[in-house]
């Protein structure tokens, strides 16, 4: 890194107004769903990357070729020429490291921020004089600042804004959305230093085409993050305060939301149950750092109160219409489709829907699972049921549709109906299928 940027870098000049083509060595750590592509897409512009990870079986598995995301594609990952490493020494020959390491919360429903402590640890202990270190982790307010940058300090000996650069830029990764990829999304990306700030924007413009948006503090990159997941679960919050208000009233949410949807400023956002990494955490994260200023932002935890209630909601709808379609629930099996925590990814973990099995069981139903993307060993042992292979739906009393891959809009209904006893119900907990088609072929059939 030449010593003419890092002198701008000190002073607080902007030394790039346009991105500028450049060969640099970038070291990503955690590659999970956020930090390998990341490292593909800076590889795919030429620059030397490094792949940092404390899993061994996961790089020697990147390092065969294979993609451990299931997100990429196998080819994508072998054609790479990626360093793949478990080896912390390799981060000393990087120019810019990239820490995308989960941020989950404790049991208390805190930030934990243990990963990106250990991560900075790992990093400041590696690295050199002049490296920038960005994080991308889902952090509050000021984490950056008082969490990352100390123990980087600590780490390294090296003094933050002289000896080597902070910046923030969040992840915005969308597992299983082809059209949301890195490129296509545009990226935040936060520092106090104005130098940085336009440095590390110049790096990320190389693999982003949406652009680059950038903010003057670390701290309005920080928020930005929350906010865009605590407006997404306020939302799906009301949605689904609407869905069991008109279910007791007996009216179809779906075809209210339908009716509302043709004023041209009502927005489109469906029931359901929110799982992830991110949606039911990234509140907490604001809540926290809120509350350390004295303010309870009440809303927020409602809302996830909302939302955390709707498994119950959706296994109550289950049992409900086993018993009106005449069903003992003791002696009574149910299909559940798609068991993933979102639409045609093969994560299972922080998935909503363990909660509606549990509550199935309680009640004496047999339930079993499929699910096109997840393991079925691991699945099963997560849930606690048998996962099939492939859909069989032999002396089924009812189907819930409680995750909607793409591949079920193909279901065969006619041929699940043939395999099922009289009277079967089909639960549409996302409103996937279409209602009329699926009564058609002999169901009683329920959304949420």
Not at 91 to 100: E, F, G, M, R
Not at 241 to 247: G, I, K, N, R, S
Not at 380 to 386: C, H, L, N, P
């Amino acid at each position: 890194m030449s010593s003419g940027l890092t002198d701008a870098r000190r002073r607080g000049e902007n030394r790039h107004a346009e991105p500028v083509a450049r060969t640099e060595t970038i070291c990503v750590v955690g590659l999970g769903y956020v930090g390998l592509p990341l490292a593909v897409h800076f590889d795919r512009v030429d620059q030397q990357v490094i792949g940092y990870d404390i899993d061994d079986e996961k790089v020697d598995t990147l390092a065969e070729g294979t993609d451990t995301t299931g997100d990429l594609g196998d080819s994508v990952v072998a054609d790479s020429d990626v360093e793949f490493t478990t080896d912390p020494a390799a981060i000393a020959d990087a120019d810019y490291v990239i820490v995308t390491v989960p941020t989950p919360v404790d049991e208390m429903e805190n930030p934990d921020l243990r990963f990106v402590e250990s991560a900075a640890e790992t990093v400041g202990a590696q690295m050199t004089s002049e490296t920038t270190v960005v994080l991308e982790s889902t952090v509050f307010p000021g984490a950056t600042r008082t969490v990352l940058t100390p123990a980087l300090e600590e780490a390294s000996g090296l003094t933050e804004g002289e000896e080597f650069f902070v910046a923030y830029s969040p992840e915005r990764a969308t597992p299983g959305d082809e059209e949301h990829g890195l490129r296509d999304v545009v990226k935040v990306v936060g520092a106090d230093n104005p130098a940085v700030l336009e440095d590390v924007a110049d790096l990320y413009e190389q693999v982003v085409d949406a652009g680059v948006h950038r903010t003057s503090s670390l701290e309005a990159a920080e928020a930005s993050k929350v906010v865009e997941n605590v407006q997404r679960d306020l939302n799906i919050a009301l949605m689904n305060e609407l869905a069991v208000a008109f279910d007791r009233i007996g009216i179809d949410t779906q075809e209210v939301l339908d009716a509302a949807g043709t004023k041209w400023n009502f927005h489109d956002y469906s029931p359901g149950l929110v799982g992830g990494h991110c949606i039911p955490v990234d509140p907490f994260y604001f809540a926290y750092r809120s509350k350390m200023e004295g303010y309870v932002p009440e809303l927020t935890l409602k809302a996830r109160d909302v939302n955390r209630r709707m498994p119950e909601h959706v296994s109550e709808l289950a049992l409900k219409t086993l018993n009106d379609c005449g069903n003992v629930l003791g002696e009574s099996r149910v299909v559940v489709l798609g068991l993933t925590y979102k639409p045609n990814v093969a994560d299972i973990r922080t998935s909503k829907v363990d909660g509606v099995i549990e509550t199935m069981q309680e009640y004496g139903v047999d339930v079993l699972g499929f699910d096109p993307h997840a393991d079925p060993e691991q699945t099963s042992q997560a849930f606690g049921i048998d996962v099939m292979d492939h859909p069989s739906f032999e002396n089924a009393d009812g189907i819930v549709l409680a995750t909607p891959h793409d591949v079920f809009d193909s279901l065969d209904l006619d041929d699940a109906r043939e395999e099922m006893n009289d009277d079967p119900f089909l639960l549409d907990v996302c409103g996937a299928l279409s209602a009329e088609e699926v009564v058609e072929h002999g169901f009683t059939y329920r959304r949420v």
